[in-house]
């Protein structure tokens, strides 16, 4: 039978590390939480985000996960050990995946404000790597316009420019979107950097630490007669979120490539798995 992949984020910006364990390992039924009536987590104090980390992790146990994926930085870098403690399950990190593949002596980091105030990429990748030079810089006003669908709006370009300039002027040669949402300015922080900076996604790094963990544990693919995954990854997921689900199933087709069927819930109610 095949594990539960449970994984959650504020919003939207966890659908890029979705994509990853899906294109990664398609028979692995996934449940996503959206925490989206409290987004962004990353303006929010480090009490409030360990405490939202602690109810959310609750809720995922209930619903069976076997496995959990933190598809949210700012969560990682301040209640990582909660999740953990919360979870009962293994939990997979998006910090310390990524910066034990690191290779760089001149690392940038873009993130929440929330996770660049924690130093948390810095200490991991120093822990990797101590030779390391890292400059963590906060990000306030991407996420909001991320969740809003704003991607072509002059603010976000002005944006992304001021908060390049301290990491060009350090002459960073690798730059970690340490945001799920930041996969998604790619292209538009593609355009600002120089060709030899390199732009690494932590998601894809957390993905793979993912497939030895499920064989540790005995995952066994379902398959169908002709030997292959019984239902296509997006129909082996269940979406659910903490706000409305209509809004969240639109703004997330762009991601998905397709409408996925989106819950509602409480998290402070009581709860089973479904």
């Known amino acids: 039978m095949s594990l539960l992949v449970g994984l959650f984020d504020s919003g939207l910006?966890?659908?890029t590390v979705l994509r990853q364990v899906h294109a990664l390992y398609p028979h692995s039924p996934c449940l996503y939480l959206g925490d989206t009536a409290r987004v962004p987590y990353g303006q929010r104090s480090k009490e409030e985000i360990r405490a939202i980390a602690s109810e959310v992790v609750h809720w995922l146990?209930?619903?069976?996960?076997?496995v959990l994926?933190?598809?949210?930085?700012?969560?990682n870098a301040l209640a990582l050990d909660v999740a953990v403690a919360e979870a009962g399950?293994?939990?997979?990190?998006?910090?310390?995946?990524?910066?034990?593949?690191?290779?760089?002596?001149?690392?940038?980091?873009?993130a929440t404000p929330a996770t660049?105030?924690?130093?948390?990429y810095r200490r991991s990748i120093q822990a990797c790597r101590p030779s390391a030079r890292v400059l963590e810089v906060g990000c306030p006003a991407f996420v909001p316009l991320i969740e809003a669908g704003n991607l072509q709006v002059p603010e976000l370009r002005v944006a992304a420019a001021d908060y390049l300039a301290p990491l060009l002027a350090a002459n960073v040669d690798t730059i970690v979107l340490g945001c799920t949402h930041y996969p998604l300015l790619r292209a538009l922080l593609a355009e600002l950097l120089p060709p030899?900076?390199?732009?690494v996604d932590p998601a894809l790094a957390a993905a793979q630490r993912l497939g030895p963990l499920l064989t540790s544990l005995g995952d066994s693919p379902e398959v169908d007669q002709a030997g292959e995954s019984v239902r296509p990854p997006l129909q082996r997921t269940r979406?659910?979120?903490?706000?409305p689900a209509d809004a969240f199933a639109s703004a997330a087709a762009a991601w998905l490539g397709s409408r996925p069927a989106v819950r509602s819930v409480s998290?402070?109610?009581p709860t089973r798995a479904y």
């Open 89 to 110: 399950v293994p939990v997979v990190g998006l910090i310390d995946s990524l910066a034990s593949e690191l290779t760089s002596d001149h690392v940038g980091v873009l």
């Open 69 to 75: 994926v933190m598809a949210c930085n700012t969560s």
């Open 196 to 199: 030899d900076v390199q732009l």
């Open 13 to 15: 910006g966890g659908l």
């Open 61 to 66: 146990r209930l619903q069976g996960v076997g």
């Open 116 to 120: 660049a105030a924690s130093g948390a």
């Open 267 to 269: 998290l402070q109610s």
């Open 239 to 243: 979406f659910c979120v903490t706000g």
